[in-house]
């Protein structure tokens, strides 16, 4: 495995790899990283880890600073599940000069987790589109624990009519339901013992959703309470149609119920794809 650390070694060594595939990571990997590369390997001739905590995609008062950068246990669990190359540039390399220029998603980016963090999808589809001007991919994987942004990134590799496969791999969880995510190292005892409940609230909600109720405001709205009740900060808890997370209209079956709460000083995020019946 090689680790790279600048574009000028990275185009070298993907010079005669035509059929790479990325995997954008920030690091402090887990096992639903690790799924990641173990999905698109047998797809690729090479597999590219990029690890980059990256600013923009992060606001005034949240976590950049303290994002856990675990670059060395990262490397050792990449070199065993295959990967090809490590791509860990730094904020220089990446941004050598002021990002003047950067994405601007459409609405879909000012909704969810965009209206509680503003820029937030600016930053992400930013840093995604110089990577993929980096490496070049044929193909690149997300999951679906970020269900918006992975909308958000596919829409953008079409509409700007990128020769890249947009991947979206199923969300890995633990054996309780948590889903996998770098920030639940945050979670103390208590709180990692309580954070399977943003997965079993949404359970909850897609049980009423395929039992025929269309009161979806209501269902929302009881959802945050029930959070609320047991010590959560919830920001949204939201029924919406798949394809643009909007608002469903009468008819519409193809849905996915997403949730952002906070649990002490730890925000999580999770989602549940689900059909409404007809």
């Not at 860990?88 to 963090?117: F, S």
């Amino acid at each position: 495995m090689d680790v790279i650390h600048t574009v000028a070694e990275l185009r070298a060594r993907l010079a005669h790899e035509p059929g790479n595939a990325l995997v954008p990571t920030m690091g402090n990997l887990h096992e639903g990283h690790i799924r990641l590369v173990e999905s698109i390997r047998p797809q690729s001739a090479c597999t590219v880890v990029s690890i980059f905590v990256n600013r923009l995609q992060f606001g005034p008062r949240e976590d950049f600073d303290k994002y856990p950068r675990t670059f060395a246990s990262d490397c050792a669990k990449l070199a065993a599940a295959g990967c090809d190359v490590v791509f860990a540039p730094d904020e220089a390399e990446i941004y050598p000069e002021p990002q003047t220029y950067t994405v601007e998603p459409p609405e879909i980016a000012n909704i969810l987790d965009g209206a509680v963090r503003p820029g937030h999808f600016r930053g992400v589809a930013t840093v995604v589109l110089k990577l993929f001007n980096m490496v070049a991919p044929r193909a690149a994987i997300f999951g679906k624990k970020d269900y918006q942004q992975c909308i958000v990134l596919n829409n953008m590799a079409r509409q700007l009519a990128l020769p890249i496969r947009i991947i979206l791999a199923e969300t890995v969880r633990a054996p309780d339901g948590l889903a996998l995510s770098s920030r639940n190292g945050y979670l103390s005892a208590p709180e990692r013992a309580e954070a399977p409940q943003l997965h079993a609230t949404l359970l909850r909600v897609a049980t009423e959703v395929h039992a025929g109720k269309r009161d979806y405001r209501r269902i929302e709205l009881s959802a945050m309470a029930h959070l609320a009740e047991r010590g959560w900060q919830p920001d949204y808890v939201a029924i919406r149609r798949r394809t643009d997370l909007m608002p469903p209209l009468e008819g519409d079956a193809e849905l996915v119920v997403l949730g952002a709460a906070k649990l002490g000083a730890t925000r999580l995020i999770d989602n549940l794809e689900l059909a409404a019946p007809a």
